[in-house]
């Protein structure tokens, strides 16, 4: 057998730039934006100094702090850019500061400190891409876009849209607020209010994206449920009446508990029912509940994070499986599914009324969701579907769903999984 050649430099590089790109591209575009003032340019620089990494890594060697590389490379572009507008001829006094500011250490820390008001750029940069110059689907898009750092492809199956229609919302909606000159920074009071609930949507959605990832040969992105997190957090502070910030925090916290005990030590995923719940952090499991205390305190009607907050709740206080209140969970399935309309809701609620009532009565929902336009390549419908034929014995309808879904998914563990599900029902 011929043995596995080890990888080239120029190997090495394309892999440590893709990693660092997945975990610091959000940051290097937030410092970019404050800098050039437009999520646009600044997008492009980060991608100029990705370039120039890929170009240089292969020949001078993978430097010590790749992130803290790029930032750099990416700063001096942005001045490059400045310059080349005259703008420092134009507006010296202006830019004085900013291009003292760039030209620090590049090695000091990417993490801005939060020592004023607000003193971190992700934010300002979630704020900026949720101004109301742009429509609510385009805001979530390309905050996706900049601060989840996912392809156009991902963010449609998330979406569950067409890759070109979010392409054009994307380009449109960088154009719309270079051209309406929207500042970088987290505005106050009334307007703050009015952005919220678009931010936290997509503060939302990055953690979904964190805990199961779209794509990739990993079940998640632990540093995009993070920086999801540390977001939620930061809200809760600003807006500390607001029950579905609250709300959202508990959901999170709760949530990101379970994510020791989702895989295997090989990264194989593990279902809710077979997880190791001593693996859970209760310490986080603690904070969710208290943060969905202080949501319910503030409001007399749950809203949609308050609800999956309760609903994760209720698996979070099972000590095992078997003591989960799926009856409650289906109470509250239907409260959310009233709430938003929502046909993924919907699936969900399915799953629950199957845990308390039997694979038949979940099946029934199941089956008037398979026509549901928006769910046609949705792989969950078709493994929730697989999962409760298999459990009314219709074990060979169940492996053509199982092998449906497989195909229709991205992330290779959950793939695996599906396919080893399939097969165990052709023993």
Known sequence: MVPAQPPSASEKARTTVETVWRMESAKLIAALTRLVHDVGVAEDLAQDAMVAALEKWPRSGIPDNPAAWLMAAAKH??????????????????????????????????????????GDDLLRLVFMTCHPVLPTDARVALTLRLLGGLTTQEIARAFLAAEPTIAQRIVRAKKTLADARVPFEVPRADERDARLA???????????????????????????????????????????????????????EIQASRSRARTTSTGHPVLLPDQDRSRWDYLLIRRGLASLERA???????????????????????????????????????ELAAVTGSPVVELNR???????????AGLEIVDRLVSHRALESYHLLFSVRGDLLARVGRHDEARNDLERAASLTRNMRERDLLIERARSLAD
């Open 198 to 252: 678009s931010v936290l949507e997509v503060v939302y959605l990055i953690f979904n994206e964190g805990y199961t990832a779209t794509a990739g040969d990993d079940l998640m992105r632990p540093s995009l449920c993070e920086d999801a997190l540390r977001l939620g957090r930061i809200l809760a502070g600003l807006a500390p009446n607001d029950a579905e910030v609250h709300g959202l925090v508990a959901l999170m």
């Open 77 to 118: 572009r942005a001045l490059d850019f400045l310059r080349r507008d005259r703008m420092i001829d134009r507006k010296h006094a202006e830019l004085a500061p900013i291009i003292a500011e760039a030209q620090e250490d590049p090695v000091t820390s990417l993490d801005a400190s939060i020592d004023d008001d607000i």
């Open 350 to 360: 399915a799953v629950a009324v199957s845990m308390a009532a039997g694979p038949e």
């Open 296 to 334: 319910d305190s503030l409001g007399s009607v749950r809203g949609p994070y308050a609800l999956q907050a309760a609903i994760a709740a209720c698996h979070a206080r099972a000590r095992t499986a078997d003591e989960t209140d799926w009856g409650r969970i289906a109470g509250l399935y239907q």
